[in-house]
């Protein structure tokens, strides 16, 4: 993975030093918090319900375990022992003290990490295929470009004021495990005729307020005019959003309004104005940054078998490990979703867990993935056991991969300022009314994504079920979508109707997932039945 | 009533207005009456308090409780983790804040 060079370290120890300046002004009262929070937002520090919560940047998802063990140490020395997984590969602490942030920010740069642009008008972490240079499918490692493009877009001037966040995602397989399409901008990597890798790029999407599945806006730029084009896509954007209304800001609505021929036509345009620069990145500095990405020195002649006597461990293995493109090896997903606990927390000594088995089992590496769990990406199936095991001693081996109790939830009203209604509670109780493993292996692939507001980190528009947390007079209530999906058959929920109380949504999920149950066919998933039959089919089972 | 609450600036804890004071915890706090704003302008001013607000409460015999549940838990601290509540072995917790 990634190290940093000189300049990379000079620059994030330099920033820290900056905000430990600001920090000091704004509690010696020299700064007022209108001109403080700006400056705290560039450095992922938010105010939430209960304290300050810090948002560090996990680029691309991928972490070692010096990193992890980090994470550990901050969790238990500055928050209160655990640290919260999220919808976009970062973690949150909930729990911190601003006179501590300038400290925990200075630990993050000993192990090469910050929380900078994890927040603000500002192009947020690089997201990625969790099993980026594993995957049986991918035709390459997409990380070397996130990287690149993370490089390139750190600091720079044209990007510091964007008129909104802007969100890029990075894979290189068929599968889209990283729900592409529901990014501001979308690079997909693949070959053409001629056997050259570039990049099939989607622009527009996003979920929020007002959701929108990203369109294909090339097939295919070559790879090394790649940062032109992004260049292209942000200047107009830059251009022409509406910075006039913080609900019309994103690009999305900009994509929309122009319609996908003219904002396609503009893009052409300004990207033929970008390669006159000759801003793209030289083959060096690609071939640079790829040998940080170098497979691991993978054993051959391993053997392929997996001894599954133990039925407990055949259980996690048939629904958390998958297919890896080395012989003799497997990714090994880690659930963060246990019955009736908090998706995507984990404990300081569960972090450390991880970071042990990644060291010794996994050359290293830690994944986190969009869907709140961590992944070991590259395990000796011969050491599946000794992993399960450690994994099942530390509560971290459930077998819940993509089923219906693998329940994304954003932290909601128990945490957000910005909430509505509480996420996890609802989560929980899915999770217990569905616990029996043999329901939910009936029940196969269904996932449930619920948000606290209609901000939609908890991607409840791409949730096969999702629920929306609003606040009716007061009063938390939830809305029941159908249909969603973050893969690449990705498709936008549709509301069901009336909202429920938090029972109320539970007894409905309940009674959409009998119905399906009646009208599936062999061999199909709940997204399948509810494409071909239909939202009505639904309604019906859900308010009688 | 109506209660003045923020966060502290440094410690980012939730407190409430006393009459004379921030205290973290909701039981003390004081009707602020028609001086609210008047309040936090001096507070915040003065560093005491970050990013306050006024809010409707009701009077009751365990003291204040906040009009609205989003105030509540703010109050006690999340709903799904009662061992990290300022209260945490007060069994009659969840009930309070729902």
């Not at chain 1, 919260?84 to 601003?98: M, V």
């Not at chain 1, 251009?239 to 006039?244: F, G, S, V």
């Not at chain 1, 830690?366 to 992944?375: C, D, F, G, P, W």
């Not at chain 1, 066919?521 to 939202?535: A, H, K, Q, S």
Request: with cysteine.
């Amino acid at each position: 993975m990634y190290k940093y060079d000189q300049y990379d370290q000079a620059m994030v120890d330099a920033r820290v030093e900056d905000f430990r300046d600001q920090v000091r002004r704004r509690i010696a009262g020299d700064m007022n918090d209108d001109q403080f929070k700006p400056l705290r937002l560039k450095n992922g520090l938010y105010l939430q319900l209960h304290a300050y919560m810090l948002r560090v940047a996990i680029p691309y998802g991928t972490l070692d375990s010096r990193q992890l063990r980090k994470l550990a140490e901050i969790a238990r020395k500055y928050d209160r022992g655990y640290g919260h997984f999220t919808t976009r590969q970062n973690l949150q602490y909930h729990w911190i003290k601003l006179e501590d942030a300038p400290d925990i920010l200075a630990e993050l740069a000993t192990v090469e990490m910050h929380a900078i642009q994890t927040s603000g008008e500002s192009i947020r972490n690089i997201s990625a295929d969790q099993y980026a240079g594993a995957a049986a499918d991918e035709i390459c490692d997409p990380r070397p470009w996130a990287e690149l493009l993370r490089q390139a877009t750190s600091f720079h001037p044209e990007f510091s004021y964007l008129p909104r966040k802007f969100k890029i995602c990075v894979i290189a397989a068929p599968a889209d495990r990283a729900a592409l399409r529901w990014h501001d901008c979308a690079l997909r990597i693949v070959r053409n005729e001629a056997g050259e890798e570039g990049f099939e790029v989607y622009a527009g999407g996003g979920m929020g307020r007002t959701p929108f599945i990203a369109y294909k806006i090339r097939d295919f730029c070559p790879a090394a005019q790649i940062f032109s084009y992004i260049q292209a896509i942000l200047r107009v954007w830059n251009l022409h959003a509406r910075r006039d209304n913080i609900h019309k800001q994103r690009m999305k609505i900009l994509v929309h309004d122009l319609g996908e021929e003219e904002f396609r036509r503009q893009v052409e345009e300004v990207f033929q104005h970008f390669l006159t620069l000759e801003t793209d990145f030289p083959q060096a500095e690609y071939d640079r940054i790829a040998a940080y990405f170098t497979p691991p020195p993978f054993e051959t002649g391993l053997p392929d078998d997996i001894d599954r006597s133990d039925p407990e461990f055949a259980l996690w293995v048939d629904h958390q490990v998958v297919a890896h493109k080395a012989p003799g090896y497997a990714i090994a997903n880690i659930s963060l979703k246990p019955i009736g606990g908090i998706g995507g927390d984990a404990t300081a000594e569960q972090m450390e867990v991880v970071a042990d088995l990644a060291e010794r089992y996994s050359f290293d590496e830690v994944r986190v993935t969009h869907a709140q769990n961590l992944v070991l990406p590259h395990v000796r199936k011969q050491d599946l056991y000794a992993v399960w095991q450690a994994l099942h001693e530390a509560g971290l081996a459930d077998a819940n991969l993509d089923l219906v109790t693998d329940v994304i939830a954003c932290p909601g009203l128990d945490y957000c300022t910005l909430a509505n209604a509480r996420s996890i509670p609802v989560a929980q109780k899915i999770q217990r009314r569905f616990a029996e493993m043999e329901r939910q292996l009936d029940l196969g692939e269904l996932k449930i994504k619920i948000s606290g507001c209609i901000n939609a980190c908890g991607h409840h528009h791409a949730g096969h079920i999702g629920i929306l947390g609003v606040d009716r007079k007061g009063t938390e209530n939830y809305q029941l979508l159908l249909g969603g999906s973050g893969a690449e058959d990705t498709t936008q929920a549709k509301i069901t109707g009336p909202g429920f109380d938090e029972d109320g949504v539970v007894d409905a999920v309940e009674r959409a997932i009998e119905r399906y149950r009646e009208l599936r066919d062999p061999g199909e998933r709940f997204i399948d039945t509810y494409r071909r039959v239909g939202l009505d089919a639904f309604k019906e089972a859900i308010y009688g | 009533m109506r209660l003045l609450t923020g966060n502290d600036l440094k410690t980012g804890a939730v407190i409430w207005w006393t009459g004379r004071d921030w205290s973290v915890h909701v039981e003390d706090a004081a009707d602020a009456g028609e001086h609210g704003e008047a309040i936090l302008a001096a507070e915040e001013g003065a560093r005491r308090v970050n990013g306050g607000y006024m809010i409707d409460a009701v009077d009751t015999a365990q003291g204040p409780r906040p009009a609205h549940i989003k105030d509540r838990i703010r109050a006690r601290g999340p709903t799904v983790r009662l061992d990290l509540n300022l209260k945490p072995a007060d069994p009659a917790a969840g009930d309070w804040v729902i």
